[in-house]
């Protein structure tokens, strides 16, 4: 018992940089006291003191704001961050190292008995706000975004944002692909890192750019290389980088443009 709670508190050491020691954690997250309340009650309804179950459950919601059915299945390191609103379902199933944020919930679409919450793989992240509806699996290692709907099962490693939640960040390309679009956005004054801050139809637009640049200079060497073989003389000349307006790029997207490249 004392080990699963030194557990508990590095978990939330390691996740949350605002955690100054193991005596905060204890006298100030309502996460760590959501989580130890509920193994308390998690333990009298497998021991069908079903009502003073629900009733240490209702009092943690009280204090707590985080409301967790004591039949709901949650593994180790499970960590709520600030939590208020958070609500876990009766049939769900949670796995070891998983984050939830605040407003999150693990809720049901109906009325029948049987599975109707969702089911969390290891590993997963689910952003502030965000809805995982009905007997859906979340695949380990999957991060859901703020505010999103989950209503589909989330494969291995996946990201879902959005109403409904689509996958989003999937590389179709092969890693030499990537690289390749990084060797001709240094090229040409562009930081192609900081597409994986911008909304998803942007960076689609984006790559489909670079990825025209790169087929369009191919083109161009091929055809230099053939003048140069019929005798023609070429000048060599060096691709000047772009000048990027900081003002007009603030006013675009909303942020300065070297925040975007964090």
Known sequence: MLRRLREDIRCVMDRDPAARNAFHVVTTYPGFHALILHRISARLWRWR????????GLFSRWVTGIEIHPAARIGRRFF?????????????????????????????????????????????????????LGPIRVGSGARIGSNAVV????????????????????????????????????????????????PDPVA???????????????R?????????????RLEETR???LEVDESSVEKACGERPEDASR
């Open 151 to 198: 209503l589909k099962d989330v494969p291995e490693g996946a990201t879902m944002v959005g109403i409904p939640a689509r996958q989003v960040g999937e590389r179709k390309r092969s890693a030499d692909g990537d690289e390749q679009r990084a060797r001709v956005a240094r090229r040409i004054g562009f930081d192609a890192y900081g597409t994986t801050e911008m």
């Open 204 to 218: 689609q637009a984006v790559n489909a750019i670079l990825d025209h640049i790169h087929v369009t200079d191919r």
């Open 49 to 56: 003191l079903r009502w003073v179950a629900r009733m240490l």
């Open 80 to 132: 709520i961050d600030h939590g208020m609103g958070v609500v876990i379902g009766e049939t769900a199933d949670i796995g070891d190292d998983v984050t939830l944020y605040h407003g999150v919930t693990l809720g049901g679409t109906s009325w029948q008995s049987g599975k109707r919450h969702p089911t969390l793989g290891h590993d997963v992240v689910v952003g502030a706000g965000a809805k995982l």
């Open 220 to 232: 161009i060497e091929e055809l230099c290389s053939a003048v140069q073989q019929m005798g023609g």
């Open 239 to 241: 691709v000047p980088d």
